[in-house]
């Protein structure tokens, strides 16, 4: 048994790596090309494409395991079949699910540490490349002053070069505008030749000029207070050659603080990502106890001391308070992560001030009037105004409660907005969160796919598995990006969404190995020509059965 069991693994070995390193080469050049405007003529050095391809490539690992799993079993079942060696193994009294388990082990192991890395790893290596991605596309691109055409490159300077020779050094009829002390065109500088060349390890750019003139206009302020403003001097200089050298600081590559994007979903673990959800959620209870506390104060007599409060929102916002109070201060909060970026502990104590006002001025007018009190009196008052207003005062009354209900329409629509947004955030996290574990467990049923159906089709290499791997790949990826836009956009819960893929293929798993046990030849055509024959016949028998 043992030695089977090493057969069986050092035929997955070989192949599960070798199409791991290939898929994750492919869904690394498919995602590079994207980006590839962002890369050229940026001059970017090897070490940093080096950088940001192996971030990237961890970045890839989540979804290139599955697809491994599912073509390295398919070919080593295949391959096992295609040599008559899954039937000596049959042949000698063990079963295909026996075959199965040393894999199955191998493979479980496979999915334990994809979660580990999706938890741990995979954020991290998202966050290195995402913000060294950003800090390439803010990159200026690489020095290339061009024969006719102005370089604004370089900041304060406007250069213009009408020819360059072929030693890459020599220039002739050089225009130079100086924009350093920020008055316009009042600086140039002419010359008939001159050469171009860098310095200092490329930190730096000389110009040596020759032959060439140098022009400025300035200013020169009067004292006396009946002219008030100043004349204009023109000032030429002729030089016989000058040099000038140019700070290139601003094209080297600036690099960002990956503190600023770590509140991102996918620079987060699932702790974390529990954290922001729940700091949401306590947004959430805040924004709707807010618009019922303060809904009072839209209503002059109808509702104008009603509580429209919800049964149970003022448990909840208690005790969310307390989880806010149960923090020492605001750095301690957003270091835990309990707020995110969008709801910091300052504005959660500003909103919890506003509450308290709002209750203490209900509670005020509770003491002064009772509700019964108010009621009788605004229904006296109102009745005694009817009789009396004119029609012009009558449309102005309504005017105003038009703009009135206009005014508590658009704060309505304002609340609901933000809990919409709200609620789309939660569930991206939520489905993020999830999604590290799905995946993992998706190299499992990508297992039970393959390796029941290589045994089936008995066919190795990388023809038909390849397609067969693709096909699947294809379904799964299709089903993986409907659940999360539904889940985006609040059709789908986000728990269901991220296990719909899963739940999908499984049922293909379960029939492809039942299928395997029985030896059935699922993708033979004499199979199908034999069901339909049996088919025919029974139709026919049943056609010609006399009538009773």
Known sequence: MKKIDKLVIKSFVGPFFLTFVVVVFILLTQYMLKYFDDFVGKGLGAE??????????????????????????LMTFGNLGEHFELTAIKGAGISLTRALRPLFVLVSLISVVAFLSNNFVVPKANLKAYSLLYDIKQKKPALDIREGVFYGGIPNFKIKINQKFADGETIKDVIIYDHSEGLGNRNVILADSGKMYTIQNDRYLMLELFKGNRYSETTKMLATASRGGGNSQF??????????????????????????FASH??????????????????EKVAIKYDAFAGSTNFYNYHLRYDSLMPEGLEEQIVVADMAIDSVDSVENIRQSGLLSMESSAIKAGNLKRQRQEIQES????????TKHEVTEVDTALLAQVESEITESERASIISKALNQSRTIK?????????????ESEIRKNTYESYKKITQALSCLIMFLIGAPLGSIIKRGGLGVPVLISVCFFIAFYVVTEM?????????????????????????FGIVFLIQARLDARLLESDFYRVLIDRLVMRWKNIRQKPAV
Do not use: C, H
């Open 48 to 73: 940093v494409f080096a950088e940001l391809l192996f971030y990237f490539s961890i970045n890839m690992t989540p979804v290139a395991l599955p697809l491994a799993v599912l073509l390295s079993s």
């Open 235 to 260: 000032v030429r200089n002729n030089f016989d050659t000058t040099k000038m050298i140019f700070d290139l600081a601003s094209f080297d590559l600036q690099r960002t603080k990956e503190e600023y």
């Open 265 to 282: 979903r996918r620079m987060q673990t699932m702790e974390q990502l529990s954290t922001s959800i729940d700091s949401m959620q306590y």
């Open 362 to 369: 209900l509670e005020e007018v509770g003491t002064n009037k």
């Open 410 to 422: 658009n704060t309505l629509q304002i609340n609901a907005q933000k809990l919409r947004r709200l």
């Open 483 to 507: 659940s999360r836009k539904w889940a985006e956009d609040l059709v789908m819960s986000a728990e269901l969404a991220v296990w719909l893929p899963n739940i999908v293929l499984l049922p």
